[in-house]
């Protein structure tokens, strides 16, 4: 049996263009998303390096509209996007499924983590939602996932503590693609790993890293936390 979950915040910064038919003006904005998914699923062992992981997934978040502007134009557009963008929110819930092909390679002085993932995602508003953005939607990407793990040459917790080097790539399908500008994100990542497998506790490795997000007219830098069990 499989079991994953993730807790995720992230803040974006897009910016739009708005008119009231005699002036246009950039609306600045800061979206933030809260997010949650679990899944739960099944190991097919291929090989003793390879795995075949179909994966019942649940997810549930928000996203909050910030406008940072005057109100000088907002005032005379009553687009219902516009408002949105005015201090609107977005909940939503979501399920489906992901099929993943895993591999993993561990040595003594290195190991390899290696996932190609398909996932499609039922969207659907709840709620107070905004009413620009009340509906639903499928959510479709196929992803790689890679990751080299080292020892730096330190300890603690009486075990190597190992530096992580992460690279990712997503490519967005069906009402996910060109919603935000682009249909592919790349990943680049660098971090460090903690591991406390030597004592009884149900956490067996943490780890810390910093990514830097890149698609199409768009990036931005990320911290990620994760503990695996």
């Known amino acids: 049996m499989y079991v994953e979950g993730t807790l995720a915040y992230s803040r974006y910064d897009p ?30 062992r291929i090989t003793n390096e390879l795995v075949f992981r179909p994966i019942l997934n649940g997810t549930i978040g928000r996203v909050s509209s910030d406008l940072k502007i005057g109100q000088s134009l907002v005032n005379h557009v009553t687009d219902s996007n516009l408002q949105f963008l005015q201090n609107g929110s977005l909940d939503a819930y979501g399920y489906g499924g992901s099929l993943v092909l895993d591999f993993e390679h561990y040595r003594e002085t290195y190991e390899i983590d290696a996932e190609l993932r398909a996932t499609d995602i039922y969207l659907r508003s709840f709620g107070s939602s905004s009413e620009a953005v009340q509906g639903s939607a499928t ?10 793990r080292a020892p730096t040459g330190w300890h603690a917790l009486d075990r190597p503590v190992r530096y992580v080097l992460e690279l990712a790539y997503s490519h967005y399908f069906g009402d996910s693609a060109g919603v935000l500008g682009f249909n592919d994100l790349t990943s680049l990542g660098v971090g460090l790993e903690l591991d406390s497998s030597k004592y009884p506790i149900v956490i067996t490795r ?19 936390f994760a503990v695996s069990f």
């Open 15 to 44: 910016t739009f263009v708005a008119t009231d038919g005699t002036q246009q003006r950039a609306l600045p904005t800061r979206w933030n998303t809260f997010s949650s998914t679990v899944g739960i699923g099944w190991d097919f």
């Open 139 to 148: 959510a479709q990407q196929v992803s790689l996932w890679t990751r080299w």
């Open 206 to 224: 943490t780890r810390a890293l910093v990514r830097y997000v890149f698609g199409h007219n768009v990036h931005g830098v990320s911290f990620g």
